[in-house]
Each structure stands twice: as structure tokens, then as C-alpha cells.
């Protein structure tokens, strides 16, 4: 064990509910005194930029398959993503869980129908929809919670129509995410029926999209279900159950990370009223300004790798069968990469930051979260120039995507 491990933060200390509204202090000191630890056998934590980069590059770095369990008693937190199960039992999971070469199938079959051309074609709808929740929460007099008015159906109304669901079920689509999404956290963090809950939604998920599968195939139409429907290359295809696991990945990532990008990048700009008096005066900084709140606050706290192989990293050996643990939050705070990173600047050259991870699994969906942001924190500050808080927000229970569960402002 080498010197950078003798002042390790504890798991407690790492998941410990108060720090929830601010980890990054707690964050900058592990950096200072412990940039990797190893606070139970086979657990390293790793803090630094350079260091969770280097894993996110790495395919000695991976998920665990079949029955091997980490030092929480749990899956890795990507890979726990089990949402049915094959003709032999076996879980089926997104390309999220999964290493190479399974990956890389599922992933180019998946890319195929979730194009550039694609995201760029839904940005005159995506300006409606979010001129639409805004021309409703600024008729409000009083105060809104902007997670619920705002935040959260903005991209809950995206994916709907990106896959051509009933906008009338999109409160079932709400809730299949936030239960889906809290159980992403460490088994140990989650009591029994929040893991219980969020097997009921996977199951009633499925069965909604089996239904909606089998009208697509029958009958295409110009959509993203279909698309994945009908996606094949060299005769491969995504099987029922693997188009199920990618579906539900694209509910969570479609909308729980947007929703955390919007609600946490407007808190921060309202906590720095200077930045969100520039945003304002010089809107085409939007783009430099997403990349910058991405940074600052990111909607993903955290990830797990496991240890395909040995592998040594910054000088710290980490043996095959070892699960390390990357704290995204604090390599995006890390002054060895970004000068001044506590500081919120939004005309900042834009950065290396982690939030949309690195390597073979890098985000598919950051061109879309990317333009919901945009769009969404673009028009909030032109078109509300009374923006500020009008009570204490509050924040969900999740560790990994971490975000607000409420964000009381006044618009006008």
C-alpha cells in the first residue's frame, strides 16, 4: 500500500447523505491527502483526473460478468442493469455492463439508428417543447419548483416522441426512471423495497415496450423504436431482450442526466449571479456554459471499473479482481487539470471533463443531453430575467446521478 493511501476516506464518509448538497470540499481534501485509497479489500477509490481517465481508456478496466461480486456486496453500479432475463436464465443487460467484443456489437448496432443527423433533426421541437414549459411557469405569479415544471418533463417529452410512446404515458416514464435510476446506487445504500420497487419497474417497463416492439415491427414508422427495430449489420441483430436493456438504458440516460444537467447548472449559475449576469448578456457563450456546468456539478457523481487484469495506476497497483472506484465529481474539480476548478466561469475554454466518461464507453447520448441543455439553460436565462431562488432546494437520495429533487425559483 503506498503513501497516498494514509489518510483514505471511508465509505461512510464517502456516502454520507449530508455531504449531499456539497461532496466537493470532502472531494478536494481526498485529493490533497488520499488521490487513490483502498478503503475495504479490493475497493480503490481514485480522485484525480489523469488517474479515472487513465481507467476509462483502459480495457484492462471493465465490468464484472457472471457471479463475481465487489467488496460492497454489490455489481459494479453500471453494470447492475439486469432488466430480464434469457431463454437460460441468464441477466441480459444494455451495452452499458458489458466489455468488448459484446459491447462493441451491441454498441455499433445501437449507433446506427441514434445518429448525429438524428439529434440534429429534433432541435426545432426540442425549442418548442421548451418554449412551451416556460410560457406555462413564467404565467405563474409566485414561485415554481423548476425540476417539476421545467427540468424534469423536458426530456421525459423528448424521449417520448423520440421513440413514439403516448405523451399521456409520460408519468409512468417519470417514475420507471427515478426507480430505475436510484438503483443504480451500491446494493448496500438501497433498502429492500427500493430495490424491490425498481424490479417492478423494469418488469413493467419491459412489458410495455414488448407490446410496442411488436407494432413496430409489424408497422414502421419514423422513429427511434423503430429504427432499433429494423437495425442490423452483416445480419446481426438486437435480439428482443437486448433492444428491452438498450431501451431502458435510454430512458435513464435520456432523461434522469438532463434532468440533473438543467436542475444543477441553474443552482450553480444561481449561486454565482455574476456568471448568470454574463450568461445572459453574452448568450452565445451557451455553448462554453454547458461545458462548464457539466464540469462544475456533474449529473454523474461516480462510476465503478472492475479489474479485468492487473494493472498499475498512478503507481498504485490494483490486482485483477479489484474494482475501482472513480470519483467523476472530484476529477472534474481537479486543479491539476482545470485552473481554478472551484470557481464557475462560463466563458471557460472548454475542458476535459469526465461527465460524459471517456474511452470505448463514452456517453452515446451526450449530443443529445448536450443540445437539450442548450436549449433549455439558453432560454431560462434570456427568457426569465427575474430567475432567482425562492426557498431551499432539496436533493434526491441517489449517489450516482446525483441531482435535485426540488428547486423553488421565482421566474418573473
Not at 484525480?48 to 461480486?69: I, N, Q
Not at 476548478?341 to 448536450?370: I, K, M, N, T, Y
Request: overall charge negative.
Amino acid at each position: 500500500m503506498t503513501e497516498t493511501m494514509a489518510s483514505a476516506p471511508t465509505l461512510q464518509a464517502l456516502f454520507d447523505p449530508k455531504h449531499r448538497a456539497d461532496p466537493y470540499p470532502d472531494y478536494r481534501g481526498w485529493q490533497l491527502t488520499a488521490p487513490i485509497s483502498e478503503p475495504v479489500d479490493r475497493l480503490f477509490v481514485l480522485t484525480k483526473h489523469k488517474d479515472c481517465t487513465a481507467v476509462l481508456r483502459d480495457l484492462r478496466f471493465g465490468h464484472a460478468e457472471g457471479d463475481e461480486a465487489g467488496p460492497l456486496r454489490a455489481k459494479p453500479v453500471d453494470a447492475k442493469e439486469y432488466t430480464l432475463v434469457d431463454e437460460n436464465g441468464n441477466p441480459v443487460r444494455s451495452f452499458l455492463g458489458l466489455n468488448p467484443p459484446d459491447h462493441s456489437r451491441l454498441r455499433k448496432l445501437v449507433s446506427k439508428a441514434f445518429t448525429p443527423r438524428m439529434i440534429t433533426q429534433l432541435t426545432p421541437r426540442i425549442e418548442q417543447i421548451t418554449a412551451e414549459l416556460l410560457d406555462a411557469a413564467l404565467a405563474v405569479a409566485g414561485p415554481v419548483d423548476l425540476i417539476r415544471d421545467f427540468a424534469s418533463p423536458l426530456p421525459v417529452v423528448v424521449i417520448s416522441e423520440l421513440l413514439d410512446v403516448p405523451l399521456a404515458d409520460r408519468e409512468r416514464f417519470e417514475g420507471w426512471s427515478h426507480q430505475l435510476a436510484r438503483a443504480l446506487d451500491p446494493d448496500f445504500l438501497l433498502p429492500a423495497e427500493v430495490r424491490e420497487s425498481a424490479m417492478r419497474a423494469r418488469e413493467e417497463f419491459a412489458d410495455y415496450f414488448r407490446e410496442l416492439v411488436a407494432l413496430r415491427r409489424a408497422n414502421p414508422g419514423d422513429d427511434l423504436l423503430s429504427a432499433l427495430v429494423a437495425v442490423h449489420d452483416q445480419g446481426d441483430v438486437l435480439t428482443e431482450n437486448e433492444l428491452l436493456a438498450t431501451l431502458i438504458l435510454l430512458l435513464i440516460a435520456g432523461h434522469e442526466t438532463t434532468v440533473n444537467l438543467i436542475g444543477n447548472g441553474t443552482l450553480a449559475l444561481l449561486h454565482h449571479p455574476d456568471q448568470l449576469a454574463r450568461l445572459r448578456d453574452e448568450p452565445e457563450l451557451i455553448d462554453r456554459a454547458v461545458e462548464e456546468l457539466l464540469r462544475y456539478d456533474s449529473p454523474v457523481q461516480l462510476t465503478f471499473r472492475y479489474a479485468l487484469e492487473d494493472a498499475e495506476v498512478g503507481g498504485q497497483a490494483i490486482p485483477r479482481g479489484s474494482f475501482a472506484l472513480l470519483l467523476i465529481g472530484a476529477a472534474n474539480r481537479d486543479a491539476e487539470e482545470h485552473t481554478d476548478p472551484d470557481a464557475l466561469d462560463v466563458g471557460r475554454e472548454p475542458s476535459r471533463h469526465l461527465a460524459f466518461g471517456q474511452g470505448v464507453h463514452f456517453c452515446l447520448g451526450a449530443p443529445l443531453a448536450r443540445l437539450e441543455g442548450r436549449i433549455a439553460l439558453g432560454a431560462l436565462t434570456q427568457r426569465a430575467p427575474g430567475l432567482r431562488l425562492s426557498g431551499e432546494p432539496t436533493w434526491k437520495d441517489n449517489v450516482v446521478l446525483r441531482g435535485l429533487a426540488t428547486l423553488p425559483v421565482t421566474l418573473r
